[in-house]
Every structure is written in structure tokens, then in C-alpha cells.
């Protein structure tokens, strides 16, 4: 997190003590005449020989021999806060023109300024070069990149699973927390800030990992938190509407998840084809692509089309059993225990990013058969937190991801119903939000709008956005459903368990792993999974004794 953009105190916490984890233990110093050499910039006299061994956006982060890089924002310019990071101990600053003015005006500056016409585009590289996160005369992790518009967060844990089960030491970047061989760290962006990802990267490196799997958010690419990362592995799951609010249109938004198949980014792909993003991504990369249909897609002609074809579904318990066949007639027998057919589409990405890796069916098989690595638990995705009646969580938040989770926890019961909760998150994307509320009033039997994210938007008129096109659906389409309207979102948890019964399901959507909830500025402490075990215990009802159900 950048200090432009940084949060007000009410805010989750940030700074030090959300990177301090992030960083190796030791790093070369980087002369800053190097640094200056790899960016065009002439840096005179004895300032060449500044040493410089780390780097970082946030002044509250810099550590002693950091450049601190001063970049404009949408309210402040980081230039206004390089007072703290000189007292942190910053070597130097990188920053633009504008910077350099407010910088002349109003402090005596005793280290090295760097001056460039974008420091955002340099920030990557500078990131690679100071850690050495990807040396090219020394071993480093394999990296697995997903991107994608659901699906990511699941797939990177099964991918770092699978590579356990074959003996591998892995790391993860993501939405839920970031792994580095040590304690886990929460995470507070799908993807860090660039300056974290290269430390984080050179830490795996230095703790000797053998692989690691990170989420790539279509942000991530527009606001450059992955430049000077090329992925041996780049995998896409799907495109459906999210994220307009930032790219505009469906194409643009495309466009932008199609940068990480580039050679720049990633050294080979695999491409999932059930959607005409795919099909279209499979045919314009400039990579090598394995493509995998998990179902038939018009676009592809026939499964059969495609590299591996999932093919032989079968229920098994809450989850699927099925066959991923390759053209050659390859067959690998995959077993997942988290439900729903958009799991299955998940694993079989995985295990396929895993075969483009390097690994040979044989020995991938042997994994699957002997650990269950697609059974993992995946905080607040499809998470299971009772059974009668069936109570889940899951970070649904944009149409086609609510429609599958809701289709997902149907239970085949005769006189079973389905029961939501969820909401919209303000200050993104509007136009999804009656189409949202449209969708729950189709697939569930009690509609419960509450709230999710309202940021600095009026929740009241979020909730009415979604009861728009919940109420619109019912009436047109003669639907047999309940629709209320319930807040503050654990009253509206509550009401769902009330009204529910042992046959019932009650699916919480939205959040999933998230346990603050910002209203106008201010985080409140809110976790869907503890208030749902909460009212379910308070109600009688017998709740899974998981640890994992608390991230």
C-alpha cells in the first residue's frame, strides 16, 4: 500500500507490521549509481556509492538503506511523507517532477533524489534488482500465476497442495494470506504492492522454497504490482463481469488479463476454454498454451478439441470424482471435496498448471492417490460450517460466482430449501448488483439482502440496488421466492439461521475470509464464519469443530 493511497487510522492495519514479514534476512547492497544505470538516470559524484538494500512505497514501511519512492496519488503525493521516511532511515528517493517541487519547497533533503518521468514503471525492475528475486545465476522457486475472475484464490491453494503432496516446500502469494515457509501472513491486497512481491519472492529464495503459486488480480497488472515477475507457469480460469468500475467495458478488462500471456510475464500458460475468454486468450497468446474444457463450449467445438477434457463426473460426498483426459488418451483420476462443478474446473486447472511445470502424469497421479490434495480447506471459499442444516461460506461477490455457489449448495432433498445472505460492495462495480439480487431470487427459496462492503457509499441505497433486480425478477418472472431485507449483516445472519431448518442450506456470500467490514471509513470487526457458528450454536444446532474455519 502506497502512502497516496494510504488508509486513514480507523483503517486495517498497514505499514511495518504488515511487511516487515515479507523481507529476506539479507540483502547484497545495490549501489545507487546501479540503480540510477538501469533507470537512465545519471546519479553524480559520491552519491553513486550510496548503498541501497531495500525499497518501499509506504513510508511507514522504509527500513534503514531503503529507496523510498515518492509517487503521486489520486489526494497526496508520497513526496509529502518523505519526512518520515528520511527519520526511518531511506538513502535515497526516486519520485517525478512534481515531486521534486514539493520537495523543494519544503524540505532540506540530505539524501540523493533520483528524479524519472514515471518511477511507477520502474519500480518493478528496481524491486528485482535490489532483492534479487529472480536471479538469473542462481536457483529460484517455480512460480504458478492464476489469473481470472473467479476461481483464483482456490486454485493457487490447490496448486501449492498438489506440490506439497509431491514433496515440494511452497510459498503462496494471495487474497487470503501469503506463506513464505513461515507463520502465515494476512494479506491485505490479492496482490502486494511490487516492492512486496520481490521481497517476498527473494525471501522464498532465501528459505530455500521450491515452488510458489500467487493470485494475479486484473489490478495487479493495470497498477503494475507484478512487473519484473516472469510466472514459468500462467493459468486463467474465466471472465464474467467484475471490476467495470475500474476497466470500462468486458474487453478492456480482457485485454488487461491477457498482459500476464505475454513473454514478458509468463514462460507458458494454460488456458481454461469453457467461455469465450478463454477460447479467445488460447488464440491470441504469445506463449505456449495447454488448453483444458472442463464441459462442451461452442466456441471450442467439442471438449474433445481442447488439451485435457475433464470428462466422467461423478458425487462423492460433498464433492466430485472425475477423469482428466489428454488428447493422447492420458488419464489422470482426480477426487475434489470442496462441492460444486466450478471446483472441479479449479482442480483440474491445478493439476494440469502442475503437468506444464515439469511433473509426468505418473507421478502426479501417485500424489493425488495418496494425499487428497483437493479436499484442502480454503478459508471462506465453499467453507463448510455445519451440516444440518447445511451452513456455508463463500466469497461469492459478482454474478456468475453467486449463481454457482447457489447452484453448488442445492441440496437434492425433497422440501429442502436454500436460504441467502449477501450484499453488494460499494464503490464498485453498480451495474452488477440488480443482476446479482436477480440471480438469488431465481436460485434461492429466502432472499436476505443485507450489507457487505459499503466503503463510503450510503448502505441503504446499496441494498436497494440489489432488491431492484431481486423484487424486478420475482415479480416478472412469477418466482416463488422470499425476499427481506435485514441489517446490520450479523442480524441478517442470525435471521437466516431462525429461519432455517436441519434439511435447509444456508449460504452466506459475499465476504468469505474477511473479517472487517468498512463503513465510512471505519473497520468493523465482522466474520461471517464466526457469526454464523454464533447463531447456529445459539439456535441448537451442531457446528464442525474446523480450526480451519478461523483464518
Known amino acids: 500500500m502506497s502512502d497516496q493511497n494510504a488508509p486513514g487510522p480507523s483503517a486495517a492495519p498497514s505499514g511495518p507490521g504488515s511487511t516487515s514479514g515479507f523481507r529476506p534476512t539479507a540483502v547484497a547492497a545495490v549501489p545507487l549509481a546501479t540503480i540510477?544505470?538501469?533507470?537512465?538516470?545519471v546519479v553524480p559524484g559520491a552519491s553513486g556509492s550510496v548503498p541501497v538494500t531495500g525499497i518501499s512505497l509506504n513510508s511507514r514501511a522504509i527500513q534503514p538503506g531503503d529507496l523510498y519512492v515518492a509517487l503521486p496519488g489520486a489526494t497526496r503525493h508520497g513526496a509529502d511523507f518523505v519526512s518520515q521516511a528520511l527519520e526511518a532511515g531511506a538513502a535515497a528517493v526516486l519520485t517525478d517532477d512534481a515531486g521534486a517541487r514539493l520537495l523543494a519547497f519544503?524540505?532540506?533533503?540530505?539524501?540523493?533524489?533520483?528524479?524519472?518521468?514515471?518511477?511507477?514503471?520502474?519500480?518493478?525492475r528496481l524491486s528485482a534488482l535490489i532483492y534479487r528475486s529472480r536471479p538469473e545465476d542462481a536457483p529460484a522457486p517455480a512460480l504458478y500465476g492464476v489469473t481470472g475472475t473467479n476461481g483464483k484464490t482456490t486454485t493457487t491453494y490447490f496448486i501449492n497442495a498438489l506440490l506439497q503432496a509431491l514433496g515440494q516446500k511452497t510459498g503462496l502469494i494471495g487474497t487470503i494470506e501469503i506463506l513464505a515457509g513461515g507463520a502465515p501472513i494476512?494479506?491485505?491486497?490479492?496482490?502486494?504492492?511490487?516492492?512486496?512481491?520481490?521481497?517476498?519472492?527473494?525471501?522464498m529464495r532465501e528459505r530455500g522454497l521450491d515452488a510458489a503459486s500467487m493470485e494475479v488480480s486484473s489490478h495487479a497488472i493495470s497498477f503494475r504490482?507484478?512487473?519484473?515477475?516472469?510466472?514459468?507457469?500462467?493459468?486463467?480460469?474465466?471472465?464474467?463481469q467484475d471490476h467495470l468500475?475500474?476497466?470500462?467495458?468486458?474487453?478492456?478488462?480482457?485485454?488487461?488479463?491477457?498482459?500476464?500471456?505475454t513473454p514478458g510475464r509468463a514462460s507458458r500458460a494454460v488456458v481454461t476454454v469453457d467461455d469465450d475468454w478463454g477460447v479467445k486468450l488460447a488464440g491470441t497468446a504469445a506463449i505456449p498454451v495447454t488448453t483444458l474444457a472442463t464441459h462442451a463450449h461452442a466456441g471450442t467445438g467439442s471438449p474433445a478439441a481442447a488439451d485435457w477434457t475433464v470428462n466422467r463426473q461423478a458425487p462423492h460426498g460433498l464433492g466430485t470424482d472425475f477423469t482428466l483426459r489428454h488428447r493422447d488418451g492420458t488419464e489422470l483420476r482426480i477426487h475434489t471435496g470442496l462441492p460444486g462443478s466450478f471446483n472441479v474446473a479449479n482442480a483440474a486447472l491445478a493439476t494440469v498448471m502442475v503437468l506444464a511445470g515439469g511433473y509426468d502424469a505418473a507421478t502426479v497421479q501417485a500424489a493425488l492417490d495418496a494425499a487428497d490434495p483437493f479436499t484442502v480447506a480454503v478459508p471462506g471459499r465453499m467453507q463448510l460450517v455445519s451440516t444440518a442444516p447445511?451452513?456455508?461460506?463463500?466469497f461469492a461477490h459478482n454474478p456468475d460466482a453467486l449463481a454457482r455457489a447457489l447452484e453448488a449448495v442445492r441440496s437434492p432433498e425433497p422440501g429442502s430449501r436454500v436460504i441467502i445472505v449477501f450484499g453488494a460492495t460499494g464503490q464498485r462495480d453498480q451495474g452488477k448488483r440488480p443482476?446479482?439480487?436477480?440471480?438469488?431470487?431465481?436460485?434461492?427459496?429466502?432472499?436476505?439482502?443485507?450489507?457487505?462492503?459499503p466503503h463510503d457509499e450510503d448502505a441503504a441505497a446499496i441494498r436497494g440496488d440489489v432488491l431492484v433486480g431481486a423484487v424486478e425478477a420475482k415479480e416478472h418472472e412469477g418466482l416463488d421466492c422470499s425476499i427481506l431485507e435485514v441489517f446490520p449483516r450479523d442480524a441478517a445472519i442470525r435471521k437466516a439461521v431462525e429461519l432455517a431448518g436441519p434439511a435447509d442450506t444456508i449460504l452466506v456470500a459475499g465476504r468469505g475470509h474477511e473479517i472487517w467490514q468498512e463503513v465510512k471509513g471505519v473497520n468493523l470487526a465482522l466474520d461471517d464464519r464466526v457469526e454464523l457458528r454464533s447463531a447456529l450454536t445459539a439456535r441448537g444446532f451442531t457446528v464442525l469443530e474446523d480450526q480451519r474455519i478461523e483464518s
Open 36 to 41: 540510477g544505470e538501469s533507470i537512465g538516470v
Open 186 to 203: 494476512p494479506s491485505l491486497l490479492t496482490t502486494p504492492e511490487s516492492t512486496d512481491v520481490h521481497a517476498l519472492l527473494a525471501l
Open 390 to 394: 447445511a451452513a456455508v461460506v463463500d
Open 106 to 124: 519544503s524540505h532540506d533533503i540530505a539524501v540523493p533524489v533520483l528524479l524519472a518521468g514515471e518511477p511507477r514503471s520502474h519500480v518493478g
Open 245 to 261: 468500475d475500474l476497466h470500462g467495458s468486458m474487453d478492456e478488462y480482457f485485454q488487461t488479463k491477457a498482459q500476464l500471456f
Open 435 to 453: 443482476a446479482m439480487g436477480a440471480i438469488a431470487a431465481r436460485l434461492a427459496d429466502v432472499v436476505i439482502v443485507s450489507d457487505d462492503d
Open 225 to 240: 504490482r507484478v512487473d519484473g515477475v516472469v510466472f514459468d507457469v500462467a493459468g486463467f480460469t474465466n471472465l464474467t
